[in-house]
């Protein structure tokens, strides 16, 4: 069972050696069904796909979810560590990929089956906890999948929803921020239009590589120049495909892009802008169609509740462990408020420090954190990596003193 610190960080590892996409995390899923039925909790299987629900009851008392999400992400891996991922997967696209737990999934599905053990010993506690460990968050599905799936009806709906996000921050230190606190996430796909032809005569085409360009760089001015200083948007243009020989100029190319908001009037202005800019940059090219704009996925932010970030602020702080601080919203996004949503209870969702401390020092104020994290590998790096042992048992400290400050 994984109640010791080298037992987690077996675990973590393994997981980390052996990602899996959103929707294909069959292996992962089984470990934690595995560990969860030898802690005795009630398990499920299935939910939303590969999702894993497993609930724990001692009496009346208020019913906590804590949630862990468990995809990793098509990333080729750059780390160096010793239990580094070489496995691949086939994506959406029929594309074999490496894949990486870039995004720390693997820390979140650790720090919570440590947590399951730990509550699981702890016989004080009264009411119910409820575990979700979901699937794809990465392309915004997972919640939305287990909550069709019935999660709510099956299982029952919580009081509250708790969960965290590693982050280079340094460990010991949690981030936690009330109201909108993660961005809300939409991806779009544009296609553009041109006409194909020799690569020695463009007189005779109309070039979607160039028009592809100008789109690019004109979505740039979006955010520096029709969104105020004081709001938050950002708009990234992921992917760019267009082509196959240098000698020929292609038919279309293709952009993907992700927009990150806080304000639902920003993202509303920013969506609209991308539309204009990329129907008006088609135009002025002499496109022969007007190009297409698809909106491939779309979740809200997370709005977290002021009351419950006071509280789970109050037990980080009385446990001693931990240094919290405010980071402000941060523009990474989470689909984690859609479990809050459809529930219609209050959220809290923190950042875990996962950095070495020592590359922090002298570091004394929020501002001169960022300025160290903005040097360091990010999330969604191919160099991202937690400090192990440290950020896990972190992790299990402030989950278990986040749901036993709700737990009667």
């Known amino acids: 069972m994984p109640t010791t610190p080298d037992a987690l960080t077996a675990i973590y590892e393994d997981l980390h050696r052996h990602p899996e996409l959103g929707g294909q995390e069959h292996r992962t899923a089984g470990i934690v069904a595995d560990h969860l039925r030898a802690l005795q909790y009630d398990v499920t299987t299935g939910v939303g796909g590969t999702g894993v629900v497993a609930t724990l009851e001692r009496g009346a008392g208020p019913t906590v979810l804590l949630?862990?999400?468990?995809?990793?992400?098509?990333?080729?891996e750059d780390t160096g560590l010793p239990y580094a991922s070489t496995a691949t997967a086939t994506t959406a696209d029929g594309e074999e990929h490496p894949v990486m737990h870039a995004c720390g999934h693997d820390v979140h599905v650790t720090c919570l089956l440590g947590a399951a053990a730990r509550l699981a010993q702890d016989t004080e506690w009264r009411g119910r906890v409820l575990l979700v460990f979901q699937p794809d968050e990465e392309n915004g599905n997972g919640a939305r999948d287990m909550v069709a799936d019935g999660l709510f009806e099956r299982f029952g709906k919580p009081d509250v929803v708790l969960g965290q996000h590693v982050a280079p921050l340094p460990v010991g230190v949690l981030g936690v921020h009330a109201g909108s606190a993660f961005a809300a996430a939409d991806s779009l796909r544009v296609v553009l239009h041109g006409q194909g032809g020799h690569g020695s005569r463009p007189e005779a085409t109309v070039?979607?590589?160039?028009?592809?360009?100008?789109?690019?760089?004109r979505l740039q001015t979006v955010v520096a120049r029709e969104?105020?200083?004081?709001?938050?948007?950002?708009?990234?243009?992921?992917?760019?495909?267009?082509?196959?020989?240098?000698n020929i100029i292609p038919e279309q190319a293709e952009l993907q892009l992700s927009v990150r908001t806080t304000d639902e009037h920003v993202?509303?202005?920013?969506?609209?802008?991308?539309?204009?800019?990329?129907?008006?940059?088609?135009?002025?090219?002499?496109?022969?169609?007007?190009?297409?704009?698809?909106?491939?996925?779309?979740?809200?932010?997370?709005?977290?509740?002021?009351?419950?970030c006071a509280r789970v602020a109050t037990a980080f702080q009385d446990g001693g462990q931990h240094l919290v601080v405010?980071?402000?919203?941060?523009?990474?996004?989470?689909?984690?408020?859609?479990?809050?949503?459809?529930?219609g209870v209050p959220c809290?969702?923190?950042?875990l420090g996962g950095a070495d401390p020592a590359l922090f020092a002298g570091a004394t104020t929020v501002d001169e954190l960022r300025r160290v994290v903005a040097e360091l590998p990010s999330n969604h790096s191919p160099r991202y990596a937690p400090v192990a042992g440290p950020t896990i048992e972190s992790g299990v400290a402030a989950l278990v003193a986040a749901a036993r400050s709700f737990l009667g």
């Not at 949630?67 to 080729?76: N, S, T």
């Not at 070039?207 to 760089?217: I, N, Q, R, S």
């Open 207 to 217: 070039d979607p590589v160039v028009l592809g360009a100008a789109t690019v760089l």
């Open 348 to 351: 809290a969702y923190w950042l």
């Open 267 to 308: 993202r509303t202005k920013v969506l609209a802008a991308i539309e204009r800019i990329v129907r008006g940059e088609a135009a002025a090219a002499g496109a022969p169609r007007e190009p297409e704009v698809e909106l491939l996925q779309s979740f809200p932010a997370v709005d977290n509740d002021a009351d419950a």
């Open 227 to 246: 969104i105020a200083g004081s709001d938050t948007a950002v708009v990234t243009v992921g992917s760019f495909h267009a082509g196959s020989a240098p």
């Open 326 to 343: 405010d980071p402000g919203p941060v523009t990474g996004s989470e689909d984690v408020g859609i479990l809050a949503t459809e529930a």
């Open 67 to 76: 949630r862990a999400d468990m995809d990793g992400l098509p990333v080729k």
